[in-house]
């Protein structure tokens, strides 16, 4: 079940300093040296979301996406500045606009207010965004239907829980994290539906759209607290989403000798966190592929069309879940292949996942 181009985030962690070094906060690219006139470099610059670069999720992965983007065309430079709190976001972008970069990527929903006004007050300027879509047509929106990949990890989680309880939880109240959260707790509906059981999922109501959050995507120990109180409540399964801060969930599950285990978010966790072990799959949004295409395009004068946009579904390969990993030998060969099958009917439609926080 992975995308054609398989995403391995391997690479991001196996060139470790180099990756990073490269792109040493703020600074402008270095040039590259020789004689003669060397073509103008294409500028592609990158904000982060208050999570930082080493996420282990969207942050890592747009990223990864603007690496590949290089790798694939040596004209392309890339650098990037971490946004230590929402305040950074403004000036963040600024500092881009005023450096000439030609292509500034937001990455995160909640940079959204941000990015608008930028945009707005610079409309020759081209911007893209993660996670959103806003009314300036100088935004490139990168968007992705989680909910339905996240109906497969629901339905899965369903089937392997063994107390009848499953969890999930999310950073922040708003539609990139709920999306995930609505479409497992379809899932597990779905799972219900078709076995006749009462699997019950913790930490999420869809109904009233209400649940339990973290309100921060980085401190570990606060996403180990919910996750601690969904445990205590019967879940032996949890979906974190809420960035680096679910890895207090991952390693509490590692931790935990099988009382409990986890489905991570984003970018394939047996890639991307030390905690495979313990994780059953990965509710996987192609990011990298996404931001690659994009950088790629614009630097060859392509227009980025504003409307529609991009939106990552499983149809498209824009969403999908992982592999098993560790746990391939301990989920039953009918579970998966009723999520193989479930998987190719949202993707042609006669299975319809819905979520009030879907891409419009």
């Known amino acids: ?74 004209n392309i430079e890339i650098k990037y500045v971490a946004s230590k709190a929402e305040a950074d976001y403004e000036p963040n972008l600024t500092q881009y606009v005023n450096q000439d970069c030609d292509f500034i990527l937001a990455v995160g929903g909640l940079m959204g207010d941000a990015t608008s006004k930028i945009a707005k007050a610079h409309p020759d300027q081209q911007f893209g965004i993660v996670d959103a879509k806003l009314p300036e047509s100088n935004i490139y929106p990168m968007q992705f239907d989680t909910a339905q990949a996240a109906f497969l990890a629901g339905y899965l989680a369903a089937g392997m829980t063994k107390t009848g309880k499953v969890g999930t939880y999310g950073g922040m109240k708003i539609p990139p994290v709920t999306i995930f959260m609505d479409g497992f707790a379809d899932g597990v509906a779905q799972y219900n539906k078709v076995k006749g059981k009462s699997v019950q999922v913790l930490g999420w109501n869809k109904a009233t759209q209400d649940g339990s959050f973290t309100n921060d995507f980085v401190k570990q120990d606060e996403g180990k607290k919910v996750s601690d109180t969904l445990v205590a409540q019967g879940a032996d ?124």
């Not at 208050?50 to 590949?68: M, P, R, Y």
């Not at 630097?299 to 498209?316: C, I, Q, R, S, V």
């Not at 042609?348 to 819905?354: H, L, N, Q």
């Open 237 to 360: 399964i949890v979906m974190p989403v809420a960035g680096g801060a679910g890895q207090g969930t991952t390693a509490a599950a590692q931790a935990s000798a099988g009382k409990f285990n986890a489905i991570w978010v984003d970018v394939d966790g047996c890639e991307s966190t030390q905690n495979c072990p313990a994780l059953i799959t990965t509710v996987v949004k192609n990011i990298p592929d996404t931001v690659r295409d994009a950088v790629e395009k614009a630097a060859k004068g392509e227009k980025l069309a504003h409307d529609p946009g991009f939106t990552g579904t499983l149809a498209n390969n824009g969403v999908e879940l992982a592999p098993y990993h560790d746990f391939d030998s301990k989920v039953p060969a009918e579970l998966k292949a009723e999520v193989d099958k479930l998987k190719a009917d949202i993707a042609a439609g006669t299975v319809t996942v819905t979520s009030p926080a879907q891409p419009k």
């Open 1 to 74: 079940m992975r995308s054609v181009r398989g995403m391995r985030f391997v690479s991001v962690f196996a060139v470790g300093g180099l990756a990073l070094g490269m792109a040493a906060c703020g600074e402008a690219p270095s040039e590259s040296g020789g004689t003669g006139t060397a073509a103008k470099k294409y500028n592609a610059c990158m904000v982060t979301d208050v999570g930082g670069i080493d996420d282990k999720s969207f942050n890592t992965s747009a990223w990864k996406g603007l690496q590949e983007a290089k790798a694939a065309d040596p």
